[in-house]
């Protein structure tokens, strides 16, 4: 299959512009914008594995430090987000609780595990189900659109407890680790070219990887 970057064209990310490469200069820039093109996102996994470690790192004190700290007469009470959905299970509110579950343990923890999945084939040059992973990487960025859904559903948590007791409620320190996995988690599919999955497909030319 002929690609764009065998004839030497590319699209400028910042305003769309089809640009072509220029060989005696070393950095392309649009002849609409300035802005440096390349004929792919630089370093991409690279940059998709040390946003995705950062985010693992970081998943630990979302889920370890409390995200609630409630002070009432009898005390402080500090809530991590499992101690919140197993309140919020045992109290008669099991709705709430899974939809806690869902969007604080669980997508996080898949999301990393496909862009890990992702990141391995796309290094090892896998020829495996390109279409499958193609759309799964089309499913996380989908995914990511909502991610900010996360930090939401813990504020509407803080909000209801709120409304139900006496108590004074701030938010936790785990809620700016968690803030931080959802951010992480979105620069690491940003940053996965997903172009990189029909690299090894194409085998025509897999002798010659444009940069
Ligand atoms: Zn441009």
Same mark, same amino acid.
């Given at each position: 299959m002929m690609t764009a970057a065998d004839k030497g064209l590319m699209v400028c990310r910042t305003c769309g512009a089809l640009c072509r490469r220029v060989r005696s200069i070393s950095q392309t820039r649009c002849p609409r914008c =300035?802005? *440096?093109v390349r004929f792919r996102k630089?370093?991409?996994?690279?940059?998709?594995?040390? %946003? @995705?470690?950062? /985010?693992?790192? @970081?998943y630990i004190p979302a889920n370890v430090l409390p995200v609630t700290e409630s002070h009432t007469l009898f005390g402080t009470q500090r809530d991590t987000i499992m101690s919140g959905i197993v309140l919020f299970w045992t109290t008669?509110?099991? =709705?709430? *609780?899974? &939809?806690? %579950?869902?969007?604080? &343990?669980?997508?996080p923890?898949?999301?990393c595990i496909a862009l890990a999945l992702l990141a391995i084939t796309a290094q $090892?040059?896998? $020829?495996?189900?390109?279409?499958? $992973?193609?759309? #799964?990487? $089309? @499913?996380?960025?989908?995914?990511?659109?909502?991610?900010?859904?996360?930090? %939401?559903?813990?504020?509407?948590? +803080?909000?209801?407890v709120h409304l139900r007791s006496?108590?004074?409620?701030?938010?936790?320190?785990? +809620? /700016?680790? %968690?803030?931080?996995?959802v951010v992480l988690t979105m620069l690491a599919s940003k940053s996965f070219d997903?172009? #990189?999955?029909?690299?090894p497909v194409e085998t025509n030319h897999d002798s010659r990887q444009p940069r």
């Amino acid at each position: 299959m002929m690609t764009a970057a065998d004839k030497g064209l590319m699209v400028c990310r910042t305003c769309g512009a089809l640009c072509r490469r220029v060989r005696s200069i070393s950095q392309t820039r649009c002849p609409r914008c =300035f802005d *440096a093109v390349r004929f792919r996102k630089r370093d991409s996994i690279g940059r998709t594995w040390a %946003f @995705l470690i950062a /985010a693992l790192i @970081l998943y630990i004190p979302a889920n370890v430090l409390p995200v609630t700290e409630s002070h009432t007469l009898f005390g402080t009470q500090r809530d991590t987000i499992m101690s919140g959905i197993v309140l919020f299970w045992t109290t008669g509110s099991p =709705f709430i *609780a899974a &939809v806690i %579950f869902a969007a604080s &343990v669980m997508i996080p923890i898949l999301k990393c595990i496909a862009l890990a999945l992702l990141a391995i084939t796309a290094q $090892r040059r896998s $020829r495996w189900r390109p279409q499958q $992973r193609a759309k #799964l990487y $089309r @499913l996380i960025e989908w995914i990511g659109r909502w991610s900010m859904l996360d930090v %939401f559903v813990v504020a509407i948590v +803080v909000a209801l407890v709120h409304l139900r007791s006496l108590a004074t409620i701030h938010a936790g320190p785990g +809620v /700016a680790a %968690f803030g931080a996995v959802v951010v992480l988690t979105m620069l690491a599919s940003k940053s996965f070219d997903p172009r #990189l999955i029909w690299d090894p497909v194409e085998t025509n030319h897999d002798s010659r990887q444009p940069r």
